[in-house]
C-alpha cells in the first residue's frame, strides 16, 4: 500500500508551459494545473474518498456496540465492538493525515506551476512588460491570485470524497428508512438555491476587488521606488495621505467581498446543523413508533454529523472556485499578452555590423567607438530602442526580423541605466545569465572603473547587493550595470549614457579602457559630453530624430555651427 501510495505520489520534475488552449478561460487553466499532476490528484481524490466515507463508518459501530453490547448488557461484546471503534478511529486519523498531506502538496506543485508560468512569460515579454501591465499587478498576481487559484484545487481531493461520501449516506440511509434519505438528498438542491446568489456576488465583487487592489499596489511600488525623491522634495507626507485614502476605499471594497463570503462560511456551518436536526427529530419520531431501533437511532445521528464534512466542502468548495474564476482569469490575462515569435531562421552575418536604421538614417559602421549625440536625449533613446529591437533594423543588409532572436540577442546588448539590478552577489550580478569567470569579471569591473565599487564592499565579489542596487549610489550602480555589459562581451554594445552619474576624470578612464577592450567590436555610446565625442572614432548627430552629420569631434566642431552651439551649451552645463 505504501509502494503504491508512492508510486502514485511521484509527479515527475518536468514542466511545459501552459498552452494556449489551457489559457482559453480560468476553468481550463485549472484543468491544466490539474493535470500537470494527475497522479497525486488522484491520490488526493482516493484518500479523501476513503477518509469521508469511513467517517460513516464509527456511527455505524457504535449502533453495533448499543444495539449488541449496551442494551442487552453483554460486556464481551461491547469491549469487542469498543475495540473495533478504537481501531477505526484510528485507521480514520492516518487517513485524514495522509490526505492533508497530500493536499498540501498539491496546492503547493500549483502554486509552484502558475508562478513558474507567470516568470516565464514575463521574461519573454522583456522590456515590453513595463508597457503593457503595471509592477503592481505583477506582484498581485505573483503573491495573491497564485495562492487563490491553488487552493481551489482543493475540491480534487476532499471535494470528489464529499460527492462520494455523501452519496454512500444517502444510500445507507435508504437501508435505514426511504425517509430519512429522501430527507438528505433533498439537501443538495437547497444548498444550491441558498448560496448560488452569494457565490455569484463574490465572484463579481472580487473582481472589482482585485482590480483596485493591482492598482494600490503598482501605487505601493511607485512610493518606495522613489522614496529618496519624495523625501527630497518633501511630498512624502502628501503621498503618504494619498495612499491612505485609496487604502480606504479598498477596505471599503474588501467589505463588499467579505459580506458574501461570511455569509458563505455561516452557511458552510448552519445548513449541515439543520440537516442534523431535522434527520435527527424525524429518526426520533421513527424509533418512538418502533420503525427503528434505538441503535438505529445513534446511527442515524452519527450518519448526518458525518454528513457536516461533506456539505461544509460543497460550500467552502464552491466558494474557493468564485474567487479563483476572478484570480485565474487574472493570471491568463497576463499570460496572454502576446510576445514577439523568433520567427527567424536565417544565420546573422559575421563580424560587428555595420547596423543601420532606416527611419533616422543612422549607420553605425563596425568596429568604431561612434558617439550618438542630439539636443534631445529622446532622439537617441529612439534609436538605440530601433537598433536593438525594430524588426526594420538591418545587419550587414540582413533584416534582424529574419535571423534567429536568441542569437541576435547573445550578439547585440542594450545597456540601459534603468536595467534591473537584481538581488546577489557582485560576482552573480556582473556574470548575469554567463557562467561567472573571477578573472573576466575583474576585468570588466576595472573597464567599468568600478574597482573602488568593488574594494568598498566587505567581501568584494562575493559581498551581497539589495535589489534594484538599493545599497549603491546611482554612480555605483551605474558602473556595475556596465561592468555586465562588457562582461557579456556582444559583438555590438549600445549604452545608453553610462557616463552620466560619474565624474569628469572617471568618466575619461572609462572612455578609453572600452575603446581599449574593445578595439575590433562595436560600440555605439549615446551622450551630450564633449569629453566622450572627443574620444569616439565618429560621431553622429541627430536632429529632430533624423541624421544631421557625421565625422570627428574635431572636425565636426569646425564645419557644423549646430553642433559647434550642441557642445558648447554641454560644456556651459558642466561648469555651472
Not at 484510528?90 to 502558475?114: E, G, N, P, Q, Y
Not at 461544509?312 to 479563483?324: L, M
Not at 549610489?473 to 561592468?483: D, E, H, P, T
Not at 569616439?536 to 541624421?547: H, S, T
Request: proline share 5%.
Amino acid at each position: 500500500m505504501a509502494r503504491l501510495r508512492e508510486w502514485l505520489d511521484r509527479t515527475p520534475d518536468t514542466w511545459a508551459p501552459p498552452t494556449a488552449k489551457d489559457l482559453a478561460g480560468p476553468f481550463r487553466f485549472l484543468f491544466w494545473l490539474t493535470r500537470s499532476q494527475a497522479r497525486r490528484v488522484a491520490l488526493g481524490a482516493f484518500l479523501g474518498t476513503v477518509w469521508m466515507v469511513g467517517l460513516a463508518v464509527p456511527p455505524w459501530v457504535l449502533s453495533k456496540a448499543v444495539d449488541e453490547g449496551l442494551r442487552p448488557r453483554d460486556t464481551g461484546a461491547l469491549v469487542k465492538w469498543a475495540l473495533v471503534l478504537l481501531v477505526v478511529s484510528v485507521l480514520i486519523a492516518s487517513l485524514a493525515i495522509a490526505r492533508h498531506r497530500t493536499m498540501t502538496k498539491i496546492r503547493m506543485d500549483a502554486s509552484f506551476r502558475s508562478v513558474r508560468a507567470t516568470v516565464w512569460h514575463t521574461s519573454r515579454l522583456g522590456a515590453s512588460l513595463t508597457r503593457r501591465i503595471s509592477a503592481g499587478e505583477v506582484v498581485t498576481v505573483g503573491i495573491s491570485d497564485v495562492y487563490t487559484v491553488a487552493m481551489a484545487l482543493t475540491v480534487t481531493g476532499p471535494g470528489v470524497g464529499a460527492v462520494i461520501a455523501y452519496g454512500v449516506v444517502a444510500v445507507i440511509l435508504f437501508a435505514i428508512s426511504p425517509l430519512l434519505a429522501a430527507v438528505v438528498l433533498a439537501g443538495v438542491p437547497l444548498i444550491v438555491v441558498a448560496v448560488g446568489p452569494f457565490l455569484q456576488r463574490i465572484e463579481r465583487t472580487g473582481g472589482e476587488y482585485r482590480v483596485h487592489q493591482g492598482r494600490l499596489t503598482t501605487r505601493l511600488v511607485d512610493v518606495l521606488a522613489g522614496l529618496r525623491v519624495l523625501n527630497g522634495l518633501g511630498g512624502k507626507t502628501f503621498v503618504a495621505d494619498r495612499y491612505g485614502e485609496q487604502s480606504q476605499r479598498l477596505v471599503r471594497r474588501g467589505y463588499r467581498v467579505a459580506g458574501p463570503a461570511s455569509w458563505v462560511g455561516a452557511l458552510s456551518t448552519g445548513l449541515p446543523a439543520l440537516f442534523l436536526a431535522a434527520v435527527v427529530w424525524v429518526s426520533a419520531r421513527m424509533a418512538a413508533t418502533g420503525a427503528i431501533t434505538i441503535g438505529d437511532v445513534v446511527a442515524v445521528y452519527g450518519y448526518v454529523a458525518v454528513l457536516v464534512v461533506p456539505v461544509s466542502n460543497f460550500i467552502e468548495g464552491g466558494g474557493d472556485i468564485a474567487r479563483a474564476r476572478v484570480a485565474g482569469q487574472r493570471i491568463i490575462d497576463l499570460l496572454n499578452l502576446p510576445v514577439a515569435e523568433d520567427s527567424g531562421t536565417a544565420p546573422l552575418p559575421h563580424g560587428c555590423g555595420p547596423l543601420a536604421d532606416a527611419e533616422s538614417g543612422v549607420m553605425i559602421r563596425p568596429g568604431l567607438l561612434t558617439a550618438l549625440v542630439a539636443a534631445r536625449p529622446a532622439e537617441t533613446l529612439s534609436v538605440i530602442e530601433r537598433l536593438g529591437n525594430d524588426p526594420g533594423t538591418t545587419w550587414a543588409g540582413v533584416r534582424v526580423s529574419a535571423v534567429s532572436r536568441a542569437e541576435f540577442r547573445q550578439r547585440l546588448v542594450v545597456a540601459d541605466n534603468d536595467a534591473e539590478l537584481f538581488a546577489g552577489t557582485v560576482r552573480g550580478i556582473v556574470a548575469g545569465r554567463l557562467e561567472p569567470d573571477d578573472e573576466l569579471i575583474q576585468a570588466a569591473v576595472r573597464v567599468a572603473v568600478a574597482e573602488d565599487v568593488v574594494d568598498a564592499l566587505p567581501d568584494g565579489l562575493d559581498s551581497a547587493v539589495s535589489a534594484g542596487g538599493s545599497d549603491l549610489s546611482g554612480g555605483q550602480r551605474q558602473r556595475i550595470r556596465l561592468a555586465r555589459a562588457v562582461y557579456a562581451a556582444p559583438d555590438v554594445l549600445l549604452a545608453v549614457d553610462p557616463t552620466s552619474a560619474v565624474d569628469a576624470n572617471t568618466e575619461a578612464a572609462m572612455i578609453d579602457r572600452i575603446r581599449e577592450v574593445r578595439r575590433d567590436r562595436t560600440t555605439v555610446i549615446t551622450t551630450t559630453s564633449p569629453l566622450v565625442m572627443d574620444r569616439a572614432d565618429e560621431v553622429i548627430v541627430l536632429v529632430d530624430g533624423k541624421v544631421a552629420a557625421v565625422g570627428k569631434h574635431a572636425d565636426l566642431l569646425h564645419s557644423d555651427p549646430y553642433y559647434r552651439e550642441l557642445v558648447s551649451r554641454a560644456q556651459d552645463g558642466d561648469d555651472e
